[in-house]
């Protein structure tokens, strides 16, 4: 039975068939080949023929697959199956493969299949002679004490060759020999190391360094050889003296030198080299004072300053420097050093007396000051001059030697220059000069001399009106040139009447800071500015003041409101203007005239129409308020316009008043009245007029036909008495004023309205401006610095004012007082000792002047004596100086005098003489020779002369004695000389003891102990401690493990005992594996120690010390054998893929495990993880095969991860493991699955089309092309249309898409399937439901079922007057075909005639009252409702509910009747009554006139002389009147104006006749 595997590959779709492994029973035949070759042999060279050796046929060969397989990762050899022959595949290096090892051998196997057939070859590569002899370095450096003595062994490194047999190394020539000869030594395991023997002694003073040649030569053919070339240096042996390079040295340095200044540099050599002639330098034997000035490099001999260099101290200084070696060897040299000298001391300056403020007022001459100038240097350099800066009022004037007077120049003036810097400058006459300068300040103290003064003399600013009382107006600020008191300023406000009212009840000020506040609110309308005076007064003594005028102006605010002159509203009568129905575009109806009686911008008036009946009928000037039409008026246009026309002035906040205009759109008179007759009386007025019409037509008719008859009558009378008949034709026309006439002719309004308007002098569009606009910005004056006092800072010193001459009288005394005397006591009586009495000191204010910080005595001037102040160190004031004094000065003053006083101060033995340290540590070679001196450091004492060092003691002196050394400038230094020889290893230190001893009394002295060590000679080589060294250790020892300890003494100290180790000849292996501590000698691990290669190893360790001493010792170590070779696994054959449907028993892998390691340790056991359904069965020795056990299933693991396991036998157990990946290959055996059977989704209704509704998704438990799943929508019908109409499927991702929008309305939900199908083959499928739910949206309003809202018809809701609270009205019914919650419904009222009556229920809708129903409430109540949804956004309807609140119908039809009807018929009735009594009283009056006329005539027809004076009175139309024909309006408005502005206090009114198109007639001046 065959096992098969398929692997499928998803984008290419081929399939390849390829044989995992033979399930045919193993065979267990198999054989072995061995092999020899020479290494280096070309690739592709013959190494045997396998086939044949085998007793194989190359048909074999190649059905069986053979391959080799090494275990390695490197193959050597590779097999031609063709032919069946092994060929070299790459180099062969046998020292790279086997090492020293021999013979060299590697195997591999070759493996055939079907069956599987196993077969071993080994290689033997021979060795050829292809390496030469090669050392480890190409130099070989050793340092060899000149003293070491013949046959001393010195071990070198071996040669290595990597060659084996006869062509490894076989001997060794070392050239020349005149030292050294060349010794071999063997070892145990068969290696050699090689040593160089000393045969002459080195002297290093003839030949510092040797140079051999050591030959390593094997002995292949041809031969080869190797070389390294031995540098030998010969070390030092420290037996020389260092000696100076000369005994004096002379320096010159300037006394100025810094610290850091070389002097010069002394140098001394030594015979000696390396450690031992390393020389050091070093000042032993210096004074105190010379040693605190100089100091010497310890290496390179550099003798630099370190202090301060004073040639007025000492002029010759003289150093001793010691050069020593590091082997206690010593010389010694003088330096003698000379100072030059330098002008190096900058004169001082001391002020003797100063005053740190001087008067203003005082009068040239004045002395500030008094300065004492000093140099410490001599002849022209201590020659000084003094100055002071000339930008000053002050000059300085020589007084005393030494002592100057600064004095003023010229007058002062501390307003100008409050103070005075003054620097004084002192200069020497040097080479270079040297100065030096004082700097000291001078304060003018002030006088009151200056008032204060304002910023400005006249003061505006700007209030606004209504402020509250105490607002912050402004702050004055008035300053004063003065300081402290002087320049405090106070503030106060002059008393005056302002219109009658004191100033201080407008305003105060602030006396301390000068703020000006308002004390009460103004009111531009009653003050518009007023003015004060403010005095500002300082505190000084007289006080000064100055006066500053203030005016303030007040800011007008927009506080009063438009008010509306015309048309004017009354409670009773409405007025309305008339426009003809014939009236074009732009046609003048009225014009709004309002005043606003604040003034400038708060004054500009601007008009806006607010609501009108028609907006597009008509506008209103922005500016002048003229209503004018906006388009052609026809017919349609209703009759009565109301217009509300608001007015806004232009303040901040603006303030606005409202008017309204009616305007009746018609032709006739009549026709007007028709519409705007007041309607509010009843039927019962209306008839009682048409009664009275009637009354009155049938009065006028009866008398007009009166008249008539008695007409008639008269006529036929007349005309019967006369034949003569006249006839006047003269027309007379009746004259009906104007409505709105004025028969004076100065306006058209009925009245003459006067109006005062006070303008600003701010505004912007007024035409006449009287004053210059002021700045409305607040001024802020800080007022904080006038009145903080300014603190004057008295400086320490005397500030009375000297302004007599100084004297030139002067004295001196002299003192001796002991040191360290008690504060307070005696040293002299000054007084007496200078002539002087006690009041003189007294009234002379008479003190000490030192020139140093401290002063040691005090003045008694109650006493006139001196005493001590504080203590007094002679060491500390001189130091070694002898005689020691310091000096001071005693001044007095009016007049001044000046006394040099000297104290001596006489030195005590109250030091005992002190070493520098405690103790002094030498170190002296042992070799060192008797007579040699060593330099000790000396002894100081701060005391002089007897008090001073005396002598020197040393104890014991049993090797060493003791000489003083004097010295030219006195100085003495102490040497100690070896007098016998010192020997290390009898006694290693000696200790002695040095005393000083001083002469006073009583004796004082000082010790210093002297501490020295004998360093050692290096004269003995190292030596170990045993000569072989026995160690074990485990082959499984990691580096770093310690094999073992060697350890070497050397009787030596030091650097010459200290002993190092190292392995100079060890074969390469043991090398590389062993290493030692260069100090400690611990041996250890450095490499992987394998028992198998080698069980012994042999080191010779070699101790040598720093003079080339060595020993050597041997360790013999012993491997102990572990467990440390890990299992090894290699994959022969292996299947990473397996199909599902494979059978159990088909094999995926063969395997093969080796442990190097031998026995129990080599025994292994192979396993695999029992999680997988695999199992391993053994086959060859080490071969095994891994096979399935049970069916496969992908979908439920895809893949296996199978670790294999082998473990050895050893102690302990050592195993490793391999993991491997099974891929399991699919079969199409699962058909796609959807997530759920049925899906349902919602969607909002109005959705956009190709709104993705939601993405279907359907797993395949496949893998590739058998889990790649397509989406495929069935077509079905819902509600007639195919389901590929609404909805639509991505084939590739299951995007369910909506094709179009969908309404709630019309479907609200729909059923689909879709089907999800692979790409095996053959294809599964699956089907699943999709239900799509629309959601509603709010796209419909409300609609309102109840009340019905008519066009026509007025429909109202009763309520009886005896209603409770809670009476239901009515109920609002509406609906909303949205659903959920977008269809729930809120009521909510709207507006209301009265809404303390009614409420609406918010869900419900219902209208009921919430409080008693009284019989004041009107009749007529409008409610307006809204309802609106609870959709998102909402939406809404309004509904407007009548309600009628009364107990009877009768009642409520006469509030609620529509008199449309009704009020045409009575308009035509009156109409027709009025037309017809205007018809007959005209004909009457007619006929009253022909009468009159005929009596007129007939009596002037009586006269002589006719003349007819018949007035003809012009006729303009009442609406479009105007007498002086240049405006546009019916009417003029005139207005007068007062204009106050303030010139001298006069007053002007203008009076404007004003024409409604704005023109101007004229102004008259009153």
């Known amino acids: ?118 077969y071993r070859v080994t290689v033997e590569v021979i060795d050829i002679n292809d390496n030469s002899p090669s050392f480890p370095k190409n130099e070989i450096n050793l340092k060899i004490v000149e003293s070491v003595v013949s046959g001393t062994r010195f071990s070198l490194e071996s040669a290595d060759d990597p060659d084996v047999g006869i062509n490894n190394i076989q001997k060794y020539t070392l050239k020349p020999s005149d030292h050294f000869k060349l010794e071999i030594q063997s070892q145990p395991d068969g290696g050699r190391f090689i040593e160089i023997v000393l045969q002459n002694p080195l002297d290093r003073e003839k030949e510092e360094t040797h140079t051999l040649v050591l030959v390593a030569s094997d002995g292949g053919e041809p031969p080869r050889s190797g070389t390294v070339r031995i540098h030998i240096t010969v070390l030092d042996a420290n037996d020389n003296a260092p000696v100076c390079s000369q005994p004096v040295y002379k320096a010159d340095v300037r006394e100025n030198s810094p610290e850091g200044t070389v002097v010069t540099t002394v140098s001394a050599n030594d015979a000696d080299k390396g450690h031992y002639g390393e020389v050091t330098y070093s000042i032993a034997h210096v004074a105190r004072e010379a040693k605190q000035l100089f100091e010497v490099n310890v290496k390179t001999g550099e003798i630099k300053v370190t202090g301060k260099l004073d040639f007025e101290r000492s002029k010759t200084y003289q150093l001793n420097v010691q050069a020593s070696d590091h082997g206690g060897h010593t010389d010694t040299c003088k330096v003698i050093i000379q100072i030059l000298d330098e002008n190096d001391n900058i004169p001082t300056i001391q002020l003797m007396s100063f005053s740190n403020s001087i008067s203003e007022d005082s009068l040239p001459g004045t002395t500030i000051a008094v300065v004492n100038v000093d140099d410490e240097d001599s002849d022209g350099n201590g020659v000084v001059k003094c100055s002071i800066n000339s930008d000053v009022p002050f000059k300085i004037e020589s007084s005393l030697t030494g002592y100057y007077t600064i004095v003023t120049e010229d007058f002062l003036d501390r307003e100008s220059i409050p103070e005075y810097n003054i620097t004084i400058t002192v200069s020497d ?34 209030v606004p009106e209504n402020n509250s009382p105490g607002f912050s107006v402004f702050t004055l600020s008035a300053s004063d040139a003065d300081w402290g008191q002087n320049a405090r300023v106070s503030y106060f406000l002059e008393e005056k009447e302002i219109n009658g009212v004191a100033v201080s009840s407008l305003v105060s000020v602030n006396s301390e800071n000068g703020v000006v506040q308002a004390v009460r609110s103004y009111d531009y309308e009653q003050i518009k500015w007023f003015e004060f005076n403010v005095t500002a007064r300082d505190a000084g003594s007289p006080p000064l003041s100055s006066v500053a005028t203030v005016k303030i102006m007040i800011q007008d605010q927009n506080d009063n409101p438009p008010q509306v002159l015309y048309p004017v509203q009354t409670g009773g009568s409405l007025v309305a203007e008339m426009v003809p129905r014939s009236a074009d575009v732009g046609y003048l109806v009225t014009k709004v005239v309002a005043v606003d009686v604040d003034s400038g911008q708060n004054a500009w008036l601007s008009y806006k129409l607010q609501k009108a009946t028609d907006r597009a009928l008509f506008e209103v000037g922005l500016q002048n308020g003229e209503i004018r039409t906006i388009r052609q008026v026809t017919d349609k246009d209703a009759v009565k316009q109301r217009l509300t026309v608001i007015v806004e002035d232009n303040g901040q906040p603006s303030r606005s008043a409202t008017v309204i205009v009616n305007v009746a759109v018609a032709d006739s008179f009549p026709e007007v009245l028709s519409e705007f007759t007041d309607f509010t009386h009843d039927k019962e007025y209306n008839d009682n007029l048409t009664f009275y019409l009637v009354l009155a037509l049938a009065v006028v008719s009866f008398l007009f036909i009166t008249c008539l008859v008695v007409i008639i009558s008269v006529k036929i009378y007349r005309w019967r008495q006369s034949r003569i008949l006249y006839h006047s034709n003269l027309p007379v026309i009746p004259y009906y004023p104007p409505r709105y ?30 004053m210059q606009p002021m700045s409305q910005s607040l001024v802020s004056v800080d007022g904080d610095a006038a009145d903080t006092p300014q603190v004057e800072k008295q400086l320490s010193g005397n500030c009375s004012q000297m302004s007599t001459l100084l004297s030139s009288v002067t004295g001196q005394a002299r003192y001796s007082i002991p040191e360290e005397q008690a504060e307070g006591s005696l040293v002299g009586n000054i007084a007496r000792d200078l002539g002087l009495d006690v009041a003189r000191l007294i009234s002379g204010k008479a003190r000490i002047i030192t020139k140093g910080s401290r002063q040691y005595v005090d003045l008694i001037r109650d006493k006139g004596t001196l005493v001590i102040k504080e203590r007094i160190d002679r060491e500390e004031l001189c130091g070694q100086t002898t005689p020691c004094s310091f000096s001071f000065e005693v001044i007095l003053e009016n007049p001044i005098q000046l006394y040099r006083v000297t104290a001596e101060v006489i030195d005590i033995n109250d030091n005992s003489p002190s070493f520098p340290k405690d103790e002094i540590n030498l170190k002296i070679v042992e070799n060192a020779a008797a007579g040699t001196h060593f330099s000790l450091v000396s002894a100081d004492d701060p005391d002089v002369g007897i008090n001073d060092i005396q002598k020197y003691t040393l104890k014991p002196s049993d090797n060493f004695k003791l000489e003083v050394q004097s010295q030219p400038d006195g100085g003495r230094f102490i040497e100690m000389v070896l007098q016998n020889p010192l020997d290390r290893e009898k006694e290693e230190t000696h200790t002695l003891i040095l005393i000083a001893s001083d002469g006073g009394e009583p004796h004082r002295s000082g010790t210093v102990r002297i501490h020295i060590t004998v360093l050692d000679a290096n004269d003995n080589a190292p030596v170990c401690s045993q000569p072989v060294y026995k160690a074990d250790v485990r082959e499984n020892s990691p580096e770093g493990t310690v094999v073992t300890t060697v350890s070497a003494n050397d009787a030596d100290k030091g650097v010459n005992g200290e002993v190092t180790y190292s392995i100079p000849h060890v074969a390469k292996e043991a090398k590389q594996l062993f290493e030692v501590n260069v100090k400690t000698g611990e041996i250890k691990v450095t490499g992987k120690l394998d028992f198998e290669k080698s069980k012994t190893y042999q080191l010779n360790v070699q101790a040598s010390d720093h003079g080339g001493f060595t020993d050597t010792c041997k360790v013999i170590i012993q491997i102990l054998d572990e467990n440390d070779n890990v299992p090894t696994i290699q994959l022969m054959s292996f299947s990473n893929s397996i199909s599902e449907d494979s059978s159990p028993g088909t094999t995926i892998a063969v395997v093969n495990v080796d442990d190097e390691d031998s026995e129990g340790n080599g025994v292994v056991k192979c396993s695999i993880n029992s999680d997988v359904p695999f199992k391993i069965e053994s086959s060859l020795t080490g071969y095994y095969t891994i096979v399935t056990e049970d069916f496969l299933d992908r979908e439920n693991i895809p893949e296996y991860n199978i670790t294999i396991t082998v473990s050895d036998q050893g102690s302990p157990p050592l195993s490793s493991s391999k993991n491997i990946n099974v891929k399991v290959s699919d079969v199409n055996d699962n058909p796609p699955k959807f997530d759920q059977s049925e899906y349902r989704k919602t969607v909002p209704e109005n959705n956009s089309p190709g709104f993705s509704v939601f993405t279907l998704s359907a797993s395949d438990a496949d893998w590739g092309q058998n889990a790649r799943v397509s989406y495929f929508l069935e077509e079905k019908e819902i509600n007639g249309v195919a389901v590929s109409s609404l909805v639509s499927v991505n084939s590739e991702n299951g995007v369910v898409h909506a094709v179009r929008s969908f309404d709630y309305e019309q479907i609200k939900w729909f059923e689909f399937n879709v089907t999800a199908r692979d790409a095996g083959s053959p294809p599964l499928s699956s089907v699943a439901t999709v239900k799509v739910i629309i959601q509603d949206q709010n796209d419909n309003p409300p609609q309102v079922l109840y009340p019905v809202q008519t066009g026509g018809s007025l429909v109202a809701e009763m309520v009886p007057r005896s209603a409770d609270v809670g009476y239901l009205v009515t109920k609002v019914v509406a609906v909303d075909v949205d659903s959920g919650q977008n269809a729930w419904l809120s009521y909510k009222l709207q507006k209301a005639t009265d809404r303390a009556l009614f409420e609406v229920g918010l869900q419900n809708g219902e209208i009921r009252t919430i409080r008693q129903v009284t019989d004041k409430d009107a009749v007529k109540q409008r409610l307006t409702v809204i309802v609106e949804d609870n959709g998102q956004p909402s939406r809404s309807a309004t509904v407007i509910v009548n309600v009628a609140v009364a107990d009877s119908f009768p009642e409520v039809l006469s509030e609620f009747t529509d008199f449309t009807h009704d009020k045409e018929y009575n308009d035509n009735l009156t109409f027709y009554l009025v037309l017809a009594l205007a018809v007959v009283s005209f004909l009457f009056i007619t006929c009253l006139v022909v009468i009159i006329s005929v009596k007129i005539y007939r009596w002037r027809q009586s006269r002589i002389l006719y003349h007819s004076n018949l007035p003809v009175i012009p006729y303009y139309p009442p609406r479009y009147s105007d007498t002086l024909g240049t405006g546009t309006l019916q009417h003029v408005y005139n207005y007068e104006y007062l204009e106050k502005v303030n010139v001298h206090g006069c007053q002007y009114r203008f009076s404007v006749a004003v024409h409604g198109a704005g023109k101007v007639d004229g102004f008259n001046l009153k």
């Open 1 to 118: 039975m065959m096992g098969w595997m398929w692997i499928t590959v998803p984008r290419g779709r081929w399939q390849a068939l390829f044989v995992i492994l033979c399930l045919f029973t193993l065979s267990s035949v198999t054989g072995q080949a061995r092999y020899s070759i020479p290494e280096e042999q070309a690739e592709g060279s013959f190494v045997g023929n396998i086939a044949r050796d085998l007793g194989l046929d190359e048909a074999r060969l190649i059905s069986g697959k053979a391959r080799i397989i090494t275990k390695g990762s490197r193959q050597y050899v590779d097999l031609n199956r063709d032919k069946g022959t092994l060929l070299v595949k790459e180099r062969i290096d046998r020292e790279e493969l086997c090492g020293q090892t021999t013979p060299c051998s590697f195997s591999f196997e070759i493996i055939l299949e079907n069956p599987i057939q196993l």
């Open 429 to 462: 006459q040097g080479s270079p000069p040297l100065s030096s300068s004082k700097k000291i300040n001078v304060k003018v103290s002030d006088v009151n001399d200056s008032p204060p003064k304002f910023d400005q003399s006249e003061y505006r600013k700007t």
């Open 741 to 770: 006439s004025d028969t004076l002719g100065t306006g058209t309004l009925q009245h003459v309205y006067n109006y005062e308007v006070c303008r600003t002098t701010d505004s912007r569009k007024s035409d006449m401006k009287y």
